[in-house]
């Protein structure tokens, strides 16, 4: 049985490309991994404005595996 991991890296949100962004989301809505690894800076700065829309994005591409 087949088992696809996504991983990515680095999403540095607060400097984050929006077109990356749907183009990432795009990508999993189509190849719906089993696992999405995120590793990396996921803030330019330890904000918590910047951590909070990494976290909502990468919830929403979550509930996109798989379903």
Do not use: Y
Not at 24 to 30: R, T
């Amino acid at each position: 049985m087949p088992f696809s991991i996504l991983h990515v890296s680095d999403l540095h949100f607060g400097d984050c490309n929006e077109h990356l962004k749907k183009s990432l989301k795009a990508f999993v809505e189509n190849k719906k991994p089993d696992l999405i690894l995120a590793t990396g800076d996921l803030a330019e700065r330890p904000r918590k404005a910047d951590l909070r829309s990494a976290r909502i994005f990468l919830d929403d591409l979550a509930k996109q595996c798989c379903a």
